[in-house]
């Protein structure tokens, strides 16, 4: 009896001792986290609609408490840069976020049994829905600028070219496009979305988003486009 008893502690001692070399020394503690730098950026363009968004104080200027929560509301989202500045990329994205949960809820968007491509250009967004089903929820785009105008009305996709270049504007680059009336597409648009304002007709999106309405869409499809972009009322 004295012999097995032995025999078992020490075999308990040895599994205890396997399992503290496994979990390495007592006193190690993960690395605290390193500081979120300070945020810094000035008042930005859209400060007050993010301040209404975010909840806080609407006063139109910029504060550290404000900057932090912009910063955090374009990480969480993608928008770069993550700066905390209230630029005109981080309030369409808001938009866009705002709208999710219903973006046709004023009804400006046909309901159809068959897949419409909702076109807003008051606020720059689309989406797709079928019947009161959105299958493609709502992004930010840029559409036509002024005298350029995205033409509104009912449209259907005729045309589809991945890897399409434009004939009209210098060879520029116009991934995953799909032609819905004379030389306006769908598209998807490198670099910054919101550069210089306008398109020259066409509905960019990022080239991300235009793949992902790509791989949904086909010719055929309706369009429905409705509205006055900001900026280009006559």
Same mark, same amino acid.
């Given at each position: 009896?004295? =012999? ?25 503690? +993960? ?7 300070? $945020?810094?950026? /000035? ?7 993010? &301040? ?18 912009? !910063? ?27 709208? !999710? ?16 491509? $909702? ?10 829905? %079928?019947? !009161? ?11 036509? !600028?002024?005298? %350029?105008?995205?033409? +509104?009305?009912?449209? &259907? ?26 030389? %306006? ?15 020259? /007709? $066409? ?28 900026? =280009?009322?006559?």
């Amino acid at each position: 009896m004295t =012999t097995r008893r032995a025999t078992a502690a020490l075999s308990g001692a040895a599994v205890l001792a396997a399992v503290l070399a496994l979990a390495g020394p007592a006193s190690a503690a +993960p690395a605290p986290a390193p500081a979120e730098p300070a $945020c810094t950026a /000035g008042t930005g363009p859209y400060q007050r609609e993010l &301040e209404a968004q975010l909840g806080r104080p609407v006063d139109g200027v910029q504060s550290p408490a404000d900057c932090a929560a912009v !910063r955090t509301f374009q990480g969480a989202h993608a928008v770069t840069p993550a700066d905390g500045y209230a630029s005109l990329a981080t309030y369409r994205t808001m938009t866009a976020v705002v709208a !999710r949960p219903n973006p046709n809820a004023a009804g400006h968007c046909p309901v159809r049994d068959h897949r419409v491509t $909702c076109v807003d250009l008051e606020r720059q967004l689309l989406w797709v829905q %079928q019947g !009161r089903r959105v299958v493609f929820a709502p992004v930010p785009i840029r559409t036509g !600028r002024d005298e %350029q105008e995205t033409r +509104p009305g009912w449209h &259907e996709i005729y045309w589809r070219s991945k890897d399409h270049r434009s004939t009209l504007y210098d060879d520029a680059p116009m991934p995953y496009a799909q032609f819905f009336d004379g030389g %306006q597409a769908l598209h998807g648009r490198p670099g910054k979305l919101f550069e210089h304002g306008g398109s020259a /007709g $066409c509905v960019n999106l990022t080239v991300a988003d235009a793949e992902r309405l790509w791989e949904l869409l086909t010719e055929g499809d309706a369009v429905y486009v409705w509205g006055v972009k900001p900026g =280009t009322e006559d």
